[in-house]
């Protein structure tokens, strides 16, 4: 018995030592979580029960703002446009993005693999309101290089950022346009790490590049699809710099951002308080949204 | 003579199969050089509008490759007309000072999840990844707020404190501390190591390439960013790149066109060629975000 007190003696010690330690260690990220997350979430949630626009006084409406949110037809209409771009941004994403990681994959010289990775990947790096200038003059109607060329082809000139069929997929394609070379990079790194024995077992097995491909390399490539679904899809609700620089969110909220709309609330028009409330809905969309991906993931992923 | 044929035949088949790949190789560098071509040619387009003597030859109907002319005063007017040199800067700042304080916010708090029993661990860790939900863009306006009661919009500070904490730098890190062998810790705790030096002895020199993932990935984020600068400052000289090229595009500019794809130039070329630098870095950065997660 005697022998085994010091051992308990040093593992107490260890425990005080883990936790005076752990104060040291999260103290920097606590502070400035609370600062900068805690507060200003608890603070969203709070001014959305207010009525302010800055220079009166706020007046406590209670659940008023959400009340005017449901029978506002613009949110109606901005959180359609946005579901719209972010599912057809994320679709292009994950599927195209699966398609050209394959192909770029297969057996070629090294200098054209690595031309082809840094093109797909440096519109990335570039700032949305460059990319977004840049294909405002691309895409002008009158004197736009894009209706030049179709033309040739006999395609009538298309209003790209004027027409409210084509705004919004303006905006998809050139915020896919941007960030396809992400989906591809992260694909290639899913790619690379299946073992190759599970190919090779495949092709013993007599399975053709299909086969192998849709019972080899998608379920083991299940979880990177899950990380790009997740990750596109928060960041296509997050959807601002391509409207505002091409479209200004219109014609009309055709190509509007949830974003757009609660930016202009809250800086165009001073309502901060709605400005919140649609902020607090943006924020339960994306929780909802999240936690639904996990939940069905777990049907379809396969972790090896 | 007769027992050659079948040699043949199978000869034959052997091509017809060698060529048929040939032809699906060739194919497929077709299809990547397509969409390799459509994602660089509105890049060489900009550049070459910025070396365009007017509008009319940035414009010019079919465009050729090099412009008629080529002048490189625009960039001198773009200069003129907005404080460009400002903005770069400003990004430089706020980018950089984000990126260091994620990196010691991160790393810190990663080492307590991934090494060190305290209660309540489990619940904190929870709470960090319930965040990871709640991008910034949600609490902008309580953001702005209290920046405006510290007196510190129109400063670069309201652009730097809010973006402190990362949880994705957290779980990042966490994942990558938790990939390290245990023994490592040990073999320092019995050399009478504690914690702190653990970190900053043992678990960080191991970690270079995860921290430079993440400051890549947490640099290129804040560089870029359009909605908090705009929310934040309202005077042109403390404004980063993005809102400036928007300034130099909109408010300031004065017809010219190509003046605007001067600006665009001069925000893309550094990024190309810090771009071309670090590619490997950035491409692995990538690739151990998307495993790790």
Redesign the interface.
């Known amino acids: 018995v005697s022998t085994n007190l010091p051992i308990v003696a040093t593992r107490s010690t260890a425990?005080n030592?883990?936790?005076l330690?752990?104060v040291?260690?999260?103290?920097?990220?606590?502070a400035?979580?609370v600062?900068?997350?805690l507060?200003?979430?608890i603070?969203?949630i709070y001014?959305s029960l207010f009525d302010w626009n800055l220079i009166s006084n706020g007046r406590f409406v209670g659940l008023d703002n959400f009340a005017k949110l449901i029978s506002d037809k613009r949110l109606w209409a901005v959180y359609g446009s946005t579901a719209y771009m972010a599912i057809a941004i994320l679709t292009i994403n994950v599927v195209i993005g699966l398609g050209?990681a394959v192909?770029?994959e297969?057996?070629?010289p090294r200098i054209?693999r690595t031309?082809?990775?840094?093109?797909?990947?440096?519109?990335?790096?570039?700032?949305?309101?460059?990319v977004a200038?840049?294909?405002?003059?691309?895409l002008n109607k009158d004197?736009g290089?894009l209706n030049?060329w179709l033309g040739l082809v006999h395609v009538p000139r298309i209003d790209w950022l004027g027409a409210s069929a084509w705004a919004p997929i303006s905006v998809i394609v050139v915020n896919s346009?941007k960030t396809?070379?992400?989906s591809i990079?992260?694909?290639?790194?899913?790619l690379?790490?299946i073992p190759a024995e599970y190919h090779e077992a495949a092709i013993v097995d007599g399975a053709g590049a299909w086969g192998r491909f849709r019972h080899v390399t998608l379920p083991l490539l299940s979880p990177?699809v899950l990380?790009?679904i997740v990750i596109n899809t928060?960041s296509a609700f997050?959807l601002?710099?391509e409207p505002?620089?091409l479209t200004q969110g219109g014609p009309g909220d055709a190509s509007r951002s949830i974003?757009e709309y609660?930016?202009d609330a809250?800086?165009q028009s001073f309502q901060?308080g709605y400005?919140?409330a649609i902020?607090?809905t943006?924020?339960v969309v994306?929780?909802v949204l999240?936690a639904l991906q996990f939940a069905v993931s777990r049907r379809w992923t396969f972790y090896s | 003579v007769r027992a050659a044929a079948p040699v043949d035949a199978v000869a034959y088949h052997d091509k017809v199969l060698r060529f048929r790949g040939r032809l699906a190789?060739l194919g497929?560098?077709f299809?990547?050089?397509i969409?390799?071509i459509?994602?660089?040619a509105?890049?060489v387009?900009?550049v070459r509008?910025a070396l365009s003597p007017n509008d009319g030859e940035f414009?010019r109907?079919?465009?050729t490759l090099f412009p008629d002319d080529p002048t490189l005063d625009n960039f001198g007017k773009a200069l003129a007309k907005v404080p460009f040199a400002k903005f770069v800067l400003n990004s430089l700042i706020v980018a950089g000072t984000i990126t260091i304080?994620q990196l010691?916010?991160?790393s810190?708090?990663a080492?307590?999840f991934a090494r060190?029993?305290?209660?309540g661990?489990d619940v904190?860790f929870a709470i960090v990844i319930?965040?990871l939900?709640?991008?910034i863009?949600?609490?902008?306006?309580?953001?702005?707020?209290?920046m405006a009661k510290l007196h510190l919009t129109n400063t670069l500070w309201s652009l730097i404190?809010?973006?402190?904490?990362s949880?994705f730098g957290?779980f990042f890190l966490r994942q990558h501390f938790l990939s390290l062998p245990r023994e490592l810790d040990e073999a320092a705790t019995i050399d009478g190591a504690?914690?702190?030096r653990i970190?900053f002895s043992v678990l960080l020199p191991l970690s270079v390439g995860a921290l430079a993932t993440l400051g890549i990935i947490s640099f290129?984020y804040w560089?870029?960013d359009?909605?908090m600068p705009?929310?934040m400052i309202n005077d042109a000289a403390t404004q980063t790149?993005?809102?400036g090229?928007?300034l130099l595009?909109g408010r300031f500019s004065t017809g010219s066109?190509t003046t605007?794809?001067a600006g665009?130039t001069m925000?893309?070329v550094p990024?190309?060629i810090v771009?071309?630098l670090l590619?490997r870095y950035?491409?692995q950065s990538?690739?151990?975000?998307?495993?790790k997660?």
């Open positions: 425990r030592r883990d936790r330690a752990a040291g260690f999260l103290a920097p990220s606590a400035s979580f600062l900068f997350v507060v200003p979430t603070g969203v001014l050209l192909l770029l297969t057996r070629m054209l031309t082809f990775r840094l093109s797909y990947l440096f519109p990335f790096v570039v700032s949305a309101s460059a200038l840049i294909w405002r003059f691309l004197f290089v030049y346009w396809l070379g992400f990079l992260v694909y290639v790194a899913g690379r790490a990177t990380f790009l928060i997050q601002f710099a505002r620089v974003v609660m930016y809250a800086f901060l400005a919140s902020a607090v943006l924020m994306l929780i999240t | 190789k497929v560098i299809v990547l050089a969409a390799a459509a994602i660089a509105p890049f387009w900009i509008g414009f109907i079919p465009p304080a010691v916010t991160c810190t708090a080492y307590a060190l029993r305290f209660r661990r904190l319930v965040s939900m709640i991008p863009q949600v609490t902008i306006v309580p953001l702005f707020l209290v404190l809010p973006p402190v904490f949880a957290i504690g914690h702190a970190f290129t560089w870029n359009l909605l705009l929310v790149l993005p809102v090229l928007v595009a066109l605007i794809a665009i925000a893309i990024v190309l771009f071309l590619q950035i491409v990538i690739a151990q975000a998307g495993l997660l």
